[in-house]
């Protein structure tokens, strides 16, 4: 074989494993983001109603999203802090949370504990 067909062979070698090595990248990235829109979106509870327990809550006046996040996570309430960082950030109850102590079960999803916390529900804050 002559050095142009060997230079041919190495360089579509060479694209061929560039191409399967870009495919595998996006679909790697697109299956994690695919995951985590889904966790941010697809919201569940700790603990079945049956089985919930209840946790106080104490939050103070202006908390932020992370605090807030870390909080619910800390009482164990939530599975993930990242996710319900992104859960709070995008719901329409962000920063409209009353400092106060709440009396929140794990059963309850997280959509439900932020509108408990920012008084859109009949529940009662102490």
């Known amino acids: 074989m ?28 697109g299956s994690r983001a695919y995951s985590f829109g889904n966790k ?20 103070k006046d202006n908390v932020t999203a992370k605090e807030l996040s870390k909080i619910l996570y800390d009482k164990g309430l939530v599975k993930d802090k990242t996710v319900t960082y992104f859960q ?13 102590t709440y009396e929140l079960n794990t059963g309850m999803k997280p959509t439900e504990m932020m509108e408990v916390m920012s008084g859109d529900s009949s529940s009662d804050s102490k």
């Open 2 to 29: 002559s050095n142009k067909t060997i230079r041919m062979i190495i360089s579509l070698s060479l694209n061929l494993l560039l191409i399967v090595v870009g495919v595998y990248i996006i679909f790697t990235v």
């Open 40 to 59: 941010i979106f697809n919201e569940k509870a700790i603990d079945s109603s049956e089985n919930a327990r209840v946790v106080e809550v104490t939050i």
């Open 88 to 100: 709070i950030s995008l719901s329409d109850y962000n920063n409209k949370f009353i400092a106060g």
